[in-house]
């Protein structure tokens, strides 16, 4: 019952769920994508991204200095049934705003490329 507490708890505040939503469509994202995207402060961002990270329902991986997150994927149990409940609820309308955002913080092209190799891109 305590690990559910934990996830719902994770989820009650709308910034995090918010941020669930990107990484459940988008798959991995960088802080720094997260940041712009939300038009938040790295600090806020990190903060919630950890309290997600220790609700077990993202998980991260270094890349020299960015910090990238995505769900977690080995979910058993409730914490895969809430992110497919919540994959479900999300509609193309509760996302558009932010997704204008993305293609325009993220995307080049057309194609969206992670921080990482749009940082490489802009030095050569």
């Not at 997150?69 to 309308?93: C, E, S």
């Not at 995307?107 to 992670?114: M, N």
């Amino acid at each position: 019952m305590r690990e559910m507490a934990d996830i719902f708890k994770a989820l009650s505040d709308e910034t995090r769920l918010l941020i669930l939503a990107l990484l459940l469509k988008y798959g991995e994202l960088c802080v720094c994508d997260i940041e712009q995207v939300l038009n938040a402060t790295q600090s806020k961002t990190s903060r919630h991204l950890r309290y997600l990270l220790h609700a077990g329902l993202v998980q991260d991986r270094r890349v020299g200095a960015w910090v990238h997150y995505r769900v977690a994927g080995d979910q058993d149990g409730p914490h895969k049934q809430i992110l497919n409940f919540v994959n479900r609820l999300l509609t193309p309308q509760t996302l558009a705003p932010y997704d204008a955002r993305m293609r325009q913080t993220c995307c080049k092209g057309g194609v969206c490329l992670p921080a990482s190799e749009r940082a490489t891109a802009a030095t050569k």
